[in-house]
């Protein structure tokens, strides 16, 4: 018996050891940006809680949101203070909370809200969650976000530094491997957004996949529609005007897709909604090349400026 008690205290001590060497490994990166004031997170919520009422505008979603809209194009056509709060992987829920937050410190006119399928999935960045909900100061909004956001799945990723990380660890497991390592090239952030001079190569685009479609990615209806219903109360008793965009893809996977389930989906429920809903793959007949990519869905500098310049169509419009 005391043998057994031994083994089971001495693998907790071990699982308890790799989490915290795990903890130390991952956290540490995240802890020098802090200090040195370049963590992009960090930077945009030191924005919205020390300029207090300052932005008009504000826009919310995944790194897609983040690579496509510059405020300065924004604001120099429209009589507006923007600011650009996409964050990595954001999900719908993190949306939500996020905004909450935001309205703490700001009295925004118009919220602009990303959707495309894979920020209402059952598939979490949860290392990206709780970096962004890090900087909230509400204690409140980043319990409700773990719990209410995600339920006994975010209390243990929380928790457990093994499972917030496990997708990082494998990805570097995969490259120490393969050998294989990029120069990180320096990013250049103007408020909020993410000034890309990346262009997409000829081999990585013949490589493009179609759009994620309903067969092809975990999209959940039931999460979108109840996430979008709080966002939508929570704009209406701010008195704020909602816009939902769905930001271009490379023009080579659009050619590619099929099954257009992500486009139909939305236009279907802005249309039953009647909510301002904009797909800037067709909004305004801009043309997107593949060269105004760095990969398969993030714009660069040259895409931003014609997506910029469709929210500026949009906000025009409402």
């Known amino acids: 018996m005391k043998k057994f008690l031994k083994q089971i205290v001495f693998g907790v001590f071990i699982f308890v050891l790799i989490n915290l060497i795990i903890l130390v490994i991952y956290e540490y990166p995240a802890y020098k940006a802090i200090k040195n004031k370049t963590h992009k997170n960090y930077l945009k919520w030191n924005d ?20 496509a809209f510059n405020p300065e194009i924004i604001d120099k056509y429209l009589n507006l203070k923007s600011y650009n709060m996409g964050t990595s992987a954001q999900d719908i ?17 118009y919220v602009v809200l990303e959707f495309y399928f894979e920020t209402s999935d059952n598939s979490h960045d949860f290392y990206q969650i709780f970096s962004n909900a890090s900087f909230f100061n509400s204690t409140k909004h980043k319990f409700d976000l773990i719990t209410d956001g995600y339920g006994e799945k975010g ?27 990029e120069k990180r090239k320096s990013d250049k952030w103007i408020k909020g957004y993410l000034y890309d ?19 092809t990615t975990s999209f959940n209806e039931e999460r979108f529609v109840n996430f979008f219903s709080k966002i939508e109360d929570l704009a209406a008793a701010n008195n704020i005007k909602l816009i939902y965009i769905r930001t271009p893809y490379p023009p080579s996977r659009v050619a590619k897709t099929i099954k257009t389930d992500e486009s139909d989906y939305y236009n279907k429920f802005s249309s039953e909604k009647q909510i301002p809903y904009y797909d ?30 469709q929210l500026i169509e949009t906000i025009k419009e409402n």
Do not use: C, M, W
């Not at 929380?158 to 294989?180: E, G, H, M, R, T």
């Not at 997409?200 to 685009?205: L, P």
């Open 280 to 309: 800037f793959n067709s909004y305004k007949d801009y043309k997107y090349l593949d060269t105004d990519f760095t990969d398969y869905h993030h714009l660069n500098y040259r895409g931003a400026e014609k997506a910029s310049k």
């Open 155 to 181: 209390v243990r990723n929380y928790i457990l530094p093994l499972l917030k990380f496990n997708n990082y660890i494998k990805q570097d497991f995969v490259a120490l491997l393969s050998n294989k390592s």
């Open 93 to 109: 829920a993190e949306s939500y909370y996020s905004l909450k937050e935001i309205l703490d410190y700001q009295n925004p006119k």
């Open 48 to 67: 919205i809680h020390t300029n207090k009422n300052k932005y008009d505008l504000v826009i919310l979603g995944s790194s897609r949101s983040y690579t």
């Open 197 to 215: 001079t990346t262009t997409v190569t000829a081999n990585k685009i013949k490589s493009f996949d179609p759009i994620g479609n309903l067969e």
